[in-house]
């Protein structure tokens, strides 16, 4: 078996954190739900039982490194190939070394696919064959979301285990042993770092472990032999790190989620906070302004109508001025949103009516409501009996039908009790009385604007 944690460059220089990659499960960090004592992955290392799978997480979380472990545990032959820079070529060199060593001497290949989900289709479905007859196994490798990125006949033939985001207090112990390690370099060196700036840059890293060391392994290249880490170079290390943020990936999704799922929960804190954890780590603005016009109609809707408009003119204060008010604005709106009396009832309406337009057949337009632009159309019928409703009582022609006689029962807006929407309700209700009473009392609401 080749020496995994060797470098092939024969004394190349190596980063800290190739220096500092686990050699043993006992030293391997976090994902204690996939590795700890009794955990499928820790019985796979252990027994030796394995089926091919995909390590689905975030950069740095140690993707590669539990498969060298792996690897190292099955005394197996590891083959590393990255989606990034290779193609079927690569897959099929892989494939017939594979069968070399199978031949040889029996050993099993651990194939290594990194950034698996950047591969198409056909060169995903390359693997099939081969992960079936047990030619080699797999592992991918991904930081996107498995069901939408790769094909489900390769889902079904490897198990997906999801990598969670190592907390801070356990980037903060891969730092203290790498100042500790003598493999790392740096026990010997002048670097010495207070208890605050460890937690300082556990935190910077945002979970990502390889980017903490590449953070220490920066400032030991600064700190000259006799001196403590300043503030100004810690500062000036960290100044420029950036927040895990894929506009692409699923990362954006779980965190634009939270965001609309605040303000629909009525929580002004967690729409500031999520918004501003976007906007930290890169989100385009008007993308959130986008989101906060959707969720003016679907969450909101009739229960505040004044919410489209406030979101409107937060896009339209971000174009005019910029991004440093013109956040500020689009903030506002996300407050008022979130502060809003909530109704999905225009949402839910429409989803129904196009539901039922779809499986319902074609019904004719009724002869009243018909367009009848000419004479022909005129003596054909349409538009007889139509009853104008300004003409009527209250503007309202009492017990005139709008839908096709087959439906002419059904009721898709439903009025919350919420909001500008209680009113709209006893409105609906009323014009209901009139519709069974032939009643022509007026209606009684004239402002709703004041009933907000």
Known sequence: MQDLFA???????????????PTRLEDYIGQAHLVGPGKPLRRMVETGHCHSFILWGPPGVGKTTFAKLL??????????????????KEIRAAVEQAKQFRQMNGTQTILFVDEVHRFNKSQQDAFLPYIEDGTFLFIGATTENPAFELNSALLSRARVYRLKTPSAEEVKSVLIRALQ?????????????????????????????????????????MVEPGESVSQQQLE???????????????VFYDQISAFHKSVRGSSP??????????????????????RLLAIASEDIGNADPRALQVGLNAWDIFERVGPGEGNRAIAQ????????????????????AMADVSAQPSYEVPIHLRNAPTSLAKSMGHGDEYRYAHNEPNAYAAGESYLPE??????YYQPSDRGLEKKIA??????????????QQRYPLTDWEDEV
């Not at 000036?236 to 699923?250: C, K, M, Q, T, Y």
């Not at 087959?406 to 009721?411: D, F, G, L, P, T």
């Not at 006893?426 to 009643?439: G, P, T, Y």
Request: charged share 25%; with cysteine.
């Open 7 to 21: 470098e092939e460059s024969h004394g190349a220089y190596q980063p800290l954190a190739a220096r500092m990659r």
């Open 71 to 88: 690897c190292q545990a099955l005394k197996g032959h590891f083959i590393e190939i990255s989606a990034v820079m290779s193609g079927v």
């Open 181 to 221: 390690d003598a493999e790392s370099g740096l026990a010997n060196s002048a670097l010495t770092l207070s208890d605050h700036y460890l937690d300082v840059i556990a935190h910077a890293a945002d979970g990502d472990i390889r980017r903490s060391l590449n953070f220490l392994e920066i400032l030991s290249d």
């Open 236 to 250: 000036d290390v960290l100044g420029g790190s950036i927040r895990r943020f894929d506009r692409n990936g699923d």
């Open 269 to 290: 804190d967690g729409a500031l906070y999520w918004m501003a954890r976007m906007l930290d780590g890169g989100c385009d603005p008007l993308y959130i302004a986008r």
């Open 333 to 352: 709106a996300a407050v008022y949103m979130a502060c809003a009396p909530k109704s999905n009832a225009v949402y839910t309406a429409f989803k129904q």
């Open 406 to 411: 087959e439906v002419a029962q059904s009721r």
């Open 426 to 439: 006893e409105k609906l209700e009323w014009l209901a009385d009139l519709d069974k009473q032939s009643s």
